[in-house]
């Protein structure tokens, strides 16, 4: 049984989440479908790249995730299937999957009519490009037979932190749930610039002089989150709402 995940910006007020996996069961019955989150801020690629990064190594080899955050959709822009250490990533030609397509990866466009639904819309290509592309590959199309390879996928730029003689430079990508706001700056890019050495850690009025391990230990926490990338919170609050901190907000680390 084949795993598919979906990742949206879809929300749940609508049918929209919903008639992707009917058309997923209708041409792949037996398939296991797995949400990831609906709740992508609309629009925002670059918070679903990051989100992609964070989970698609924790399921089996083989499974197959959709990612539909789709501005451009009824554009120009392309329907791919990326192949990437044995899985499978289905969605727009957007950037959204820009932090997997480091290394070696297989890139097709989703070309082939026969793998879509017979009429598309120019608004809703989750369910007619590929909701139908991810249920053909779990049944057992090869991802080459959708279409042509594409060697020049859309990479957005800026993704990562600034290196900088006394400082490393980030952003806020992401807030999440509990007010957390999580940045771009991951625990190896924080190690290969402070190589043990002392720093501070800035964002908005507050200052950091070292790295929290969880939560609980002060009431405003800097740690590394479970996806490994730097965060700010507040404990049993919300750092976010707290400080006016919002995505898009410099974070600056500097050598002492």
Request: proline share 5%.
């Amino acid at each position: 049984m084949k795993a598919i995940t979906l990742l949206t910006d879809f929300g749940l007020k609508d049918a929209y989440v919903g008639t992707m996996k009917g058309v997923i069961l209708s041409i792949a019955p037996n398939t296991y479908i797995v949400d990831i989150t609906h709740e992508i801020s609309p629009q925002d690629i670059v918070e679903a790249a990051f989100t992609i990064e964070g989970y698609y190594r924790f399921f089996p080899k083989g499974t197959i995730h959709i990612a539909v955050v789709d501005p451009n959709v009824g554009s120009e822009r392309l329907p791919i299937v990326v192949c990437k250490d044995g899985y499978i990533f289905v969605g727009p030609d957007n950037g959204i999957f820009s932090l997997i397509l480091k290394g070696e990866r297989d890139v097709y466009i989703i070309e082939n009519s026969h793998f879509m639904l017979r009429e598309i819309s120019n608004t809703f290509h989750g369910r007619d490009v590929f909701s139908p592309a991810a249920a053909y590959i779990a049944s057992g199309v090869p991802p080459s037979r959708l279409g042509p390879s594409l060697n020049d996928p859309v990479i957005l730029k800026d993704l990562h932190p600034e290196f900088k003689e006394t400082s490393l430079i980030g952003r806020i990508v992401k807030i999440d749930r509990y007010g957390n706001a999580v940045t771009n700056i991951g625990y190896h890019d924080f190690n290969r610039f402070v190589q043990g050495r002392g720093f501070t850690v800035r964002i908005g009025d507050m200052v950091f002089p070292n790295i929290n391990r969880s939560y609980y230990e002060n009431e405003f926490v800097c740690l590394f989150g479970s996806s490994n990338y730097l965060e700010f919170g507040r404990y049993m609050g919300n750092f976010s709402e707290t400080k006016n901190i919002k995505k898009g907000d410099q974070v600056t680390i500097e050598l002492k």
